[in-house]
């Protein structure tokens, strides 16, 4: 009898308003959870009965039912904080984690660093990103991101390069370490360190010896060199600047170049002085050091020693590269947080705790650098908030509510019909 399957119609009504209840409850609920991702509840009618046959036409419907649940991984608002590991994505993609059941992933972001130094979850997983191997470089080796040891060891100066101009107008003299100051055209001075980190400080002496020729003489004071005498100098590195007819560097030639500094360092510490790319070596001229007829002069000198340091600060840049400070000035890159994508984000199977893992339907991950190959940006000091409209979810409500009552009205209704047909007997 029709009206028996209108019962069984209004019922499934029933259900399916019930669900789209519970879904969108879900992401009210959710409103506030950072990188949370909505979702919709999406019906499909029930098999229905054809009075022609599989001629088809004149069908009547069997009712509704929940077909499907489709997450919405539409962009968050992304919102600044004052925290330096939190972070967004923008874009695509997702932060991979390491968790007791297998990789997991997630758009939150809100991240800190453990008591050993690993970069984690709120619930404690680890982190995955890119290594930074030992010259600095973000290498393809993936890992969980770790400050490792937050130490680190003196790098002795093995380097010093100098950008500066010598006065062609200065006149010729020789040399006299014990009186240098009268008998060079010119000095600077600069602070290097030796293999144990200390700083020593480095005095070169620059004499003409021929138009378009000079010598300099690097020197440290007595008390700094090994068997030095205090108020004294000590030569330790010597060589010649030849220029051209132009002012330019023709050719560099070092002829000594050991620092023996006293007080535990090694002996023999190499320093090479570099003035710039010089004719002879391929270069111009241009960007090394010059012999024009102005004040000698140094525009700029930079040495690549460091003292042994401790960790001062952490920061995230754009690209998602972790860097760490040291108080010595020294800055490292540690790491670089990875990202990954699927093929199918919707076929994803929620773990919870604000995480995701991989299925057949969403295919397998692949994981990358920040904003490479379709993979979004990651925004430093950020954090992606719910994806959820307020607005949109109280309609969704409210259509559920209406789609209950009528469904109600549907079941009332039959049974009305079905009590008039009881009645007929009396």
Avoid: C
Wanted: no cysteine; hydrophobic share 35%; aromatic share 8%.
């Amino acid at each position: 009898m029709g009206i028996l399957s209108s019962f069984n119609i209004g019922v499934s009504g029933l259900h399916a308003a019930g669900s789209a209840m519970s879904v969108t409850g879900d992401n009210i609920a959710n409103a506030g959870t950072f990188g949370f991702k909505g979702s919709r509840a999406e019906f499909q009618d029930l098999l229905s009965k054809s009075l022609k046959g599989i001629d088809g036409g004149d069908q009547i419907g069997s009712g509704t039912k929940l077909a499907h649940i489709t997450p919405k991984f539409t962009q968050g608002n992304i919102n600044r904080t004052e925290s330096i590991t939190d972070l967004a994505i923008n874009g695509n993609g997702f932060f991979t984690l390491e968790t007791p059941k297998g990789r997991g992933f997630t758009r939150d972001g809100s991240l800190h660093f453990d008591k050993v130094g690993q970069l984690i979850n709120g619930d404690g997983y680890p982190v995955m990103g890119f290594q930074a191997g030992e010259d600095g470089k973000i290498s393809q080796k993936m890992g969980k991101i770790k400050l490792g040891n937050t130490t680190i060891p003196a790098a002795p100066t093995k380097n010093i390069t100098m950008s500066m101009n010598l006065d062609s107008r200065a006149e010729v003299q020789q040399f006299d370490i014990t009186n240098p100051e009268k008998t060079s055209d010119f000095n600077t001075s600069i602070a290097v360190f030796d293999n144990v980190g200390t700083q020593r400080l480095i005095t070169i002496y620059y004499n003409k010896a021929a138009d378009g020729q000079w010598q300099y003489h690097g020197t440290i004071p007595g008390e700094d060199a090994q068997g030095g005498l205090p108020g004294t100098l000590v030569e330790m590195s010597t060589g010649t600047l030849q220029f051209d007819p132009n002012g330019k560097l023709q050719s560099e030639t070092s002829s000594l170049n050991a620092f023996n500094f006293n007080k535990g360092a090694a002996p023999g510490q190499a320093i090479d002085l570099d003035f710039g790319k010089s004719i002879t070596e391929g270069g111009t001229g241009d960007d090394a050091t010059t012999q024009f007829g102005s004040k000698s002069s140094v525009a700029r000198h930079t040495q690549d020693g460091a003292s042994a340091a401790t960790l001062s600060s952490l920061s995230f840049n754009d690209e998602g590269v972790l860097t760490a400070a040291y108080d010595n000035g020294t800055m490292r890159d540690v790491a670089q947080v990875s990202i990954a994508k699927f093929e199918n984000n919707e076929g994803l199977f929620k773990m919870g705790k604000n995480l995701f893992k991989e299925t057949r339907k969403s295919g397998q991950a692949a994981i990358g650098k920040p904003g490479r190959d379709g993979r979004g940006d990651v925004m430093a000091k950020s954090i992606e908030l719910s994806n959820v409209d307020i607005a949109d979810e109280f309609i969704s409500l409210m259509n559920a509510q209406r789609n209950f009552q009528a469904n109600t009205k549907t079941i009332t209704t039959a049974d009305q019909m079905l009590q008039e047909v009881l009645n007929i007997k009396r």
